[in-house]
């Protein structure tokens, strides 16, 4: 039986750039940092207690999905909060804190410009 999403790969360009983003201004916990091949790491983040990881990294052949936004969302307990708090971190969010009848979320940018829906729960 299929118990959770063990890791989301998050096409980056330069993953040095990726790392400071996810681990100082986003908050994420760096898990593993190791060589993948001549060009690329491995790098494994733990989002807060969640057992689903992200993984910085671009297949190769795979250079046109960096920027592409990222289909899903990510869960927080309140938006406003969060957006304030991560803005404060010199994130930018292209969508702020915004209520619709099934719930509040924002629309935050990575480094390499793919987007993150952020959804309360």
């Known amino acids: 039986m299929i118990t959770h999403v063990k890791f989301v790969s998050i ?6 750039r990726a790392l400071a983003f996810w681990t100082e201004k986003v908050g ?5 940092d190791q060589p993948f091949d001549d060009s690329q790491r491995w790098i494994e983040l733990a989002v807060g207690n969640s057992p689903t990881r992200f993984v910085l990294f671009t297949p190769e052949g795979q250079a046109e999905r960096i920027g592409s936004f990222f289909n899903g969302a990510l869960a927080c307990d309140d938006v406003e909060a969060t957006h304030r708090q991560l803005s404060a ?8 804190p915004t209520k619709q009848h099934w719930g509040s979320f924002a629309i935050f ?6 987007q993150f829906v952020l959804s309360q729960r």
Not at 28 to 32: E, K, R, V
Not at 89 to 96: A, H, K, L, N
Not at 109 to 114: A, L
Request: proline share 12%.
């Open 11 to 16: 096409p980056t360009s330069d993953q040095d």
């Open 28 to 32: 994420f916990t760096l898990m593993s």
């Open 89 to 96: 971190r010199g994130v930018e969010f292209v969508t702020p």
């Open 109 to 114: 940018r990575d480094p390499d410009g793919n």
